[in-house]
């Protein structure tokens, strides 16, 4: 996954979860997170615990997600030539003048020569009086790049919103006539990835997906029905079609898997096997002789040891096969011959 990868999928992110986009740049994003993605992204729960138990409004962080920390780094000192210019030319000044005899106002007593800028009005503030300086105004840096802590967290907020839909193919206007509705059928999606694991491991997603009317099953699915304009709204004037439960249908779907499955040439589970037997006989050699210890504490410790090894040989070689469900949908669809075509 690339920068640019990553950089569509963050604003498609920050997009759908609303949050408010304060500047953008192509090295770097500076947003100010909504309340979604505030509780998703932040790890506040116990700010977001009392927010929810008194009805306080919230108050969202900001952060600066960077893309490029280079080129980051190279608008920031452009950024801050000026300041700096501007900076230099101020103590100029204030030296001419106090070359010149200018007179100096003496300082207050107990009063600061930089008094230090109003803090915004907080959460803490308004409820507590407790002064938080800064919280206002301070915006959090993170560098998103492939493998990165904030990024994986993003990846799994989508993965926990994404685990289930419900979408209806859209109609176009005036689609259907001033009398009656249209049907819809109904489908079962679901993206299944199959491990055939052992000491090697082997990872497939089959993507099924099951007719809630008749209980056909169909392969590749979801590009099926990926270019199909689909709506989260039932449109007006519409219906679905009497189904099957969705146990069955699941349980149809597990069953299509499993027959599919046992029809797959299984000699790698048959050397996984030997393999296991060849280092199980190469453990059990090495403790022959650690096993002839006449003291019996020592022996039962070799013992526990040898077993504890050949656990973790037969976690590591018997061959396993793994099914999960990534994600799962129901589509209403207007017209079958869209999928089973």
């Given at each position: 996954m690339n920068q640019e990868q990553i950089r569509q999928f963050v604003r498609q992110y920050l997009q759908a979860t609303d949050c408010e986009v304060l500047e953008m740049h192509p090295a770097y994003l500076t947003v100010k997170l909504s309340p979604e993605a505030d509780k998703e992204l932040t790890n506040r729960p116990y700010y977001w615990s009392f927010v929810e138990r008194t009805g306080a409004d919230a108050e969202t962080m900001t952060f600066t997600y960077i893309f490029d920390p280079a080129a980051y780094e190279a608008v920031e000192a452009q950024r801050k030539q000026p300041h700096q210019q501007a900076s230099l030319g101020s103590q100029r000044g204030q030296a001419a003048r106090v070359g010149g005899g200018a007179a100096q106002a003496s300082p207050v007593p107990g009063q600061l020569h930089n008094p230090p800028a109003q803090t915004g009005d907080t959460i803490l503030g308004r409820y507590f009086g407790v002064s938080v300086p800064g919280?206002?105004?301070?915006?959090?840096?993170?560098?998103?790049?492939?493998?990165?802590?904030?990024?994986?967290?993003?990846?799994?907020?989508?993965?926990?919103?994404?685990?289930?839909?419900?979408?209806?193919?859209?109609?176009?206007?005036?689609?259907?006539?001033?009398?009656?509705?249209?049907?819809?059928?109904?489908?079962?999606?679901?993206?299944?990835?199959?491990?055939?694991?052992?000491?090697?491991?082997?990872?497939?997603?089959?993507?099924?997906?099951?007719?809630?009317?008749?209980?056909?099953?169909?392969?590749?699915?979801?590009?099926?029905?990926?270019?199909?304009?689909?709506?989260?709204?039932?449109?007006?004037?519409?219906?679905?079609?009497?189904?099957?439960?969705?146990?069955?249908?699941?349980?149809?779907?597990?069953?299509?898997?499993?027959?599919?499955?046992?029809?797959?040439?299984?000699?790698w589970a048959d050397e996984a096997w030997s393999r296991l037997e060849e280092e199980l006989a190469r453990v059990e050699s090495y403790y022959v002789d650690l096993l002839k210890e006449e003291d019996p504490e020592v022996r039962a410790k070799t013992e526990e040891q040898l077993e504890r090894r050949k656990e973790e040989l037969r976690w590591q070689y018997e061959p396993k096969v793994r099914i999960s469900v990534t994600n799962c949908g129901l589509f209403h669809l207007l017209s079958d011959a869209k999928v089973t075509l």
């Open positions: 919280v206002g105004a301070r915006t959090l840096k993170e560098t998103l790049t492939y493998g990165s802590a904030k990024l994986e967290q993003m990846f799994q907020a989508v993965r926990n919103r994404g685990r289930f839909v419900n979408l209806y193919e859209d109609m176009p206007q005036n689609a259907v006539g001033p009398v009656g509705s249209a049907a819809y059928t109904s489908w079962l999606g679901v993206n299944a990835l199959v491990e055939l694991a052992c000491d090697r491991k082997r990872s497939e997603l089959h993507s099924l997906g099951i007719h809630l009317s008749t209980g056909e099953i169909v392969e590749r699915f979801f590009d099926r029905v990926n270019l199909l304009p689909l709506t989260p709204k039932l449109p007006a004037r519409t219906h679905t079609r009497e189904m099957i439960s969705l146990p069955r249908a699941a349980a149809e779907i597990e069953r299509y898997l499993e027959q599919k499955i046992s029809r797959y040439d299984h000699t």
